[in-house]
């Protein structure tokens, strides 16, 4: 198979800081004006921020084999990786040279110009208006989906199922007898739920959690009493609380629309089993990644802490929901550091043991970010990660490779993990209307 030459957007780094090591044996250009892009974003405080100063480490490590501009060799086997201008006699004149995207484009049409006539020039872009400029000029150009690990949204690991059972079988899971799961006829994941349906009678029912195929189903019984004064609306929130107070599964994961209950749930959780009768941790960490307003927030007043309080402050509004009108206490809570609401840049780099974690909108948390975070977690510590694959403010990620969308995908197998995806809104009839129909 013949090279290719690879031109890599600005969008493609600032994704994934170590993606020159997936285009194998093929060379890869770097456009000097997406260096020059990549600076700009190296002093931001969220994962943008972070992956451009990862890709600028990972260059000046390159430049130690020898001369980015004459070109590096990455690795034995792969191919070479240099730095690159263009020929602005390339690029119609309709066309703005001032636009960074537009001076990348005219790289790429430079390199096709001197490149073999049997060696194809691929543009790599994120930005689907850059991959359409480029066809328009007639450049060949991919996404960089690299880390994609579903197709598309709705084929996300949802965490249920539904089995039809004979009617018979029903009455004997509520008498509690042993109903096993077949792996011949169902596959199943660890700490899946399922809502077993009368093969006679589609309204009879029963909800059970699966652990695995050596141990019956278990029963989901709705507890008599509230947590923390919360209580479940709907089965799937009965399925959350299941793992969210179950000491062990360490690591749950939540998505749903905006109202569906994700926060709420885990922070009560949180709360009954730090500072309930039978108090299983020591403290809870809440926090956020700074998604959208990394960019930005350096020209806000104040310190860090007091940039990043009306970014936290959802969060705090739940708490104190949770608290009811006991605001005192909250506050107590907090500066005895029993409760910890902080951006996610206070987080990184600590080993936090005993504590039950709730990491709000994952789902703007890239790979290498939430996997970061997971390794921080230390011994007798429980970590809720919730959020909504359909509401991503990083521009450099979607449905398909968020943070969140890798965790439930990567870890469904694994007895220590649990997931729910929560389907009904029951903030308000509003919040539900304009999460469903707008």
């Keep these: 198979m013949a090279k290719k030459t690879y031109v890599l957007d600005t969008s493609v780094y600032l994704t994934d800081s170590n993606c020159i090591n997936s285009f194998g044996n093929n060379d890869i250009v770097i456009p000097?004006?997406?260096?020059?892009?990549?600076?700009?974003?190296?002093?931001?405080?969220?994962?943008v921020g972070s992956q451009a100063r990862s890709t600028i480490r990972s260059l000046d490590a390159l430049r130690d084999k020898?001369?980015?501009?004459?070109?590096?060799?990455?690795?034995?086997g792969m191919g070479l990786i240099r730095v690159s201008?263009?020929?602005?006699?390339?690029?119609p004149d309709d066309l703005d040279l001032e636009d960074p995207d537009n001076q990348i484009i005219a790289t790429a049409l430079s390199e096709l110009e001197i490149a073999p006539k049997s060696r194809k020039v691929v543009v790599v872009s994120r930005d689907i208006n850059m991959r359409v400029k480029?066809?328009?000029?007639?450049?060949?150009?991919?996404?960089?989906?690299?880390?994609?690990?579903?197709?598309h949204a709705e084929g996300l690991y949802t965490g249920r199922a539904e089995?039809?059972?004979?009617?018979?079988?029903?009455?004997?899971?509520?008498?509690?007898?042993?109903?096993?799961?077949?792996?011949k006829k169902h596959v199943?994941?660890?700490?899946?739920?399922?809502?077993?349906?009368s093969n006679t009678n589609d309204k009879k029912t029963a909800l059970a959690r699966f652990e695995n195929y050596a141990t019956p189903l278990q029963k989901i019984v709705k507890s008599n009493s509230k947590i923390w004064g919360t209580e479940p609306r709907n089965k799937e929130q009965q399925f959350a609380f299941d793992l969210l107070l179950d000491p062990n599964i360490p690591v749950v994961s939540l998505v749903g629309k905006a109202g569906s209950g994700k926060t709420l749930l885990a922070l009560a959780s949180g709360l009954e089993q730090t500072f309930g009768k039978d108090a299983l941790y020591k403290k809870i960490v809440v926090t956020k990644p700074v998604e959208p307003v990394g960019k930005d927030i350096g020209f806000l007043p104040g310190t860090m802490q007091d940039k990043m309080l009306p970014w936290l402050a959802p969060i705090q509004d739940n708490l104190q929901f949770l608290m009811g009108d006991d605001k005192a206490t909250l506050e107590l809570y907090i500066e005895k550091g029993q409760i910890e609401v902080e951006a996610m840049t206070f987080i990184r780099g600590r080993s936090i043991s005993n504590a039950f974690i709730v990491i709000d909108e994952v789902q703007n948390m890239t790979q290498h970010e939430i996997k970061t975070v997971l390794t921080r977690v230390g011994e007798g510590t429980k970590i809720v990660l919730t959020g909504d694959i359909e509401q991503i403010d990083n521009v450099y990620i979607d449905a398909t490779n968020n943070g969140l969308s890798y965790v439930v995908e990567r870890l469904k197998d694994e007895q220590i993990t649990g997931h729910v995806t929560l389907l009904k809104g029951e903030r308000s009839k509003v919040a539900t209307m304009a999460a469903t129909k707008l």
């Excluded at 201008?85 to 690029?91: D, E």
């Excluded at 060949?140 to 989906?145: A, Q, V």
């Design 188 to 197: 199943l994941y660890p700490n899946q739920f399922i809502m077993l349906v």
């Design 66 to 76: 020898g001369s980015l501009s004459k070109g590096v060799r990455i690795e034995k």
């Design 85 to 91: 201008s263009y020929n602005p006699l390339c690029l």
């Design 163 to 183: 089995i039809s059972i004979a009617d018979k079988d029903i009455d004997r899971f509520y008498a509690d007898d042993e109903i096993w799961i077949d792996p």
């Design 134 to 151: 480029c066809d328009a000029l007639g450049l060949e150009t991919e996404d960089y989906n690299a880390e994609q690990v579903v197709d």
């Design 32 to 47: 000097l004006k997406v260096l020059e892009e990549i600076d700009k974003h190296k002093k931001r405080q969220d994962s």
